[in-house]
């Protein structure tokens, strides 16, 4: 019950400190509404469908990282600028962090998802396909994105966050391939520790 309780206070407290003045109101509303929908799923599914400890972490993380992004928008994220000047660098790369996030946490999601359900037997195709689908959501993303600055145009260079980058799309699907292979061999073995006891 209290870990309930604070997850849903973080979240809820940055919820509304993103919603409180962000860079642009369209852009936040776009960022935003991935995480508001994980969190009426998560909501809906709690009692039937109770997740791993880990799971819910990482994916209030996420939320925290779409929110941000929602507020600065991901091309003026603060600390990024900072990384920009010290490093170097000619763009905010904060989107990239969201986007290995894209990878990262639907990894192990589908991974929960699929184990707990006993649909792949073999661990080799179950990485092979959990993989695939992190691949799918990200070019997903993408097709949303590119379809978002088709119907609304010039608003919504805040959201795809390219800065001049051409090579933008493929390089945010090659870092959430990155966070799907990086979560598999990291955080596998926690992660199965957490199913035995849930299971």
């Not at 946490?105 to 080799?124: D, G, H, L, T």
């Not at 379809?147 to 010039?154: E, I, N, W, Y």
Request: net charge positive.
């Amino acid at each position: 019950m209290v870990k309930k309780f604070v997850w849903v206070s973080i979240f809820t407290f940055v919820f509304l400190w993103s919603g409180i003045k962000p860079k642009d109101y369209f852009t936040w509303l776009l960022e935003v509404a991935p995480a508001v929908i994980g969190f009426v799923i998560l909501a809906a599914t709690h009692k039937t469908y109770r997740l791993t400890a880990l799971l819910y972490i990482l994916i209030l993380l996420h939320c925290i990282v779409l929110m941000i992004g929602g507020h600065y928008t991901y091309a003026e994220v603060p600390l990024f600028d900072n990384f920009k000047t010290l490093f170097d660098i000619k763009r905010n790369n904060y989107d990239k962090l969201g986007h290995f996030m894209q990878g990262f946490v639907p990894a192990i999601i589908s991974r929960e998802i699929f184990i707990r359900n006993k649909v792949i037997n073999s661990r080799v195709w179950l990485n092979f396909i959990v993989v695939s689908i992190c691949l799918a959501i990200s070019a997903f993303y993408e097709l949303i994105e590119w379809l978002a600055a088709v119907l609304s145009g010039v608003s919504a260079e805040a959201f795809l966050g390219t800065q001049g980058y051409i090579w933008d799309t493929q390089s945010d699907m090659a870092f959430a391939l990155a966070g799907a292979i990086i979560a598999l061999i990291t955080i596998t073995r926690m992660h199965d520790r957490q199913l035995k006891n849930i299971s």
